[in-house]
């Protein structure tokens, strides 16, 4: 791979040679393209390790997707490839499954919930300095409500951002996410329980000006059914936070890339 610096930059293919603009790192790219031959490869018997890993890793993908999807109302409030942070999340999940479908090991959420918390949506712009401040998440009895109190927050000394900012404010998303199991019939993984990713949901607080008058934040997001009712399944629950710089007609104007956001909580059965 390298950086084409030539006079002339366009998409496409030249040979062996793939050209293409990365957006995050905002570089046209050249970089050679491998040759495999498909066929060889699948009916190899020597590969047949390297087939499970290749499934695996497909498995893995799917499920990082439908994570991504059930996201997708801070989508913009996470990094472009924060992909690859939620895939990793999955390898260690999977890792732990000694189990397996025809020696493919599933990824069962439940095995270790707690990764989900280490999953870095936004890589440039950590979620930890964005928001500092004691929050609470509650889940209802009924299992359907998630309720979000940040008592006594400040803007201007609770809210960070790498530049002075105008106004803050929230967004609340409770979703589930469902484990991916290899099913030897189709020979495909599948999630346990599909479309989750279809049912998320968000809330949105209000602007909150920068300035240092105590405030007790109070937001909740429902789901439409009772979550944690079918096995194979966790409720998870996501916090953003949105900053703008600047205001137009005292209306907070928002700009790319200008927030952050984190996986805070989830149950299981």
Not at 89 to 110: F, M
Not at 155 to 162: F, Q, R, T
Not at 192 to 216: A, K
């Amino acid at each position: 791979m390298a950086i084409n610096n030539g006079p002339f930059n366009f998409t496409g293919s030249f040979g062996n040679i793939r050209f293409y603009y990365d957006p995050v790192l905002k570089l046209n790219i050249a970089s050679g393209k491998a040759i495999h031959n498909r066929d060889a490869f699948w009916k190899n018997p020597n590969k047949a390790r390297c087939w499970d890993l290749v499934r695996e890793f497909g498995g893995r993908s799917k499920w990082a997707s439908l994570v991504k999807k059930s996201l997708s109302d801070i989508g913009h409030l996470m990094h472009q490839r924060c992909f690859n942070q939620i895939q990793a999340s999955g390898y260690l999940i999977q890792q732990q499954d000694e189990i397996g479908i025809n020696n493919l090991r599933s990824i069962v959420v439940n095995n270790d919930p707690g990764l989900l918390l280490e999953i870095n949506l936004n890589e440039c712009n950590p979620f930890s300095r964005a928001l500092r401040g004691n929050y609470k998440v509650n889940l209802s009895p009924d299992k359907k409500t998630i309720t979000l109190t940040i008592p006594g927050f400040i803007p201007s000394k609770h809210a960070h951002w790498k530049t002075n900012f105008y106004a803050v404010r929230f967004y609340l998303v409770v979703f589930q996410i469902s484990d991916m199991v290899w099913n030897p019939v189709t020979e495909k993984y599948e999630p346990v329980v599909s479309d989750l990713e279809l049912f998320s949901q968000c809330t949105v607080s209000e602007w909150m000006f920068r300035n240092g008058i105590p405030v007790d934040v109070i937001l909740q997001a429902s789901l439409e059914q009772a979550a944690l009712t079918l096995p194979g399944t966790t409720l998870a629950v996501a916090l953003g936070v949105e900053f703008s710089i600047s205001a137009f007609r005292g209306q907070p104007n928002v700009k790319p890339d200008s927030g952050s956001a984190a996986i805070i909580a989830y149950y299981t059965i």
